[in-house]
């Protein structure tokens, strides 16, 4: 799974909304399902939610984690 964000325009403003997708192999195509809408976000909130939906193995460290994780 991984984050989305697609920006739209109204009125000369620009929003920003993310959507978490799952790609799937149909008929051996692959098709992306969107999982959950996750709403309107700032482009500062961008990273934290890119990083929340990672593979654990692969999330960047936070300073208040522990050593045993």
């Known amino acids: ?11 000369d403003r620009l929003y ?9 192999k149909v008929n051996g195509k692959v098709v992306q399902k ?3 809408n996750l709403g309107k976000i700032t482009l500062d909130q961008l990273p934290y939610l890119k990083a929340a939906y990672m ?15």
């Open 1 to 11: 799974m991984f984050v989305r964000v697609t920006t739209k325009k109204v009125d």
């Open 16 to 24: 920003h909304y993310a959507f978490l997708v799952e790609n799937k």
């Open 55 to 69: 593979d654990k193995d692969k999330r960047p460290k936070l300073v208040y984690e522990n050593e045993e994780g």
């Open 34 to 36: 969107v999982v959950r």
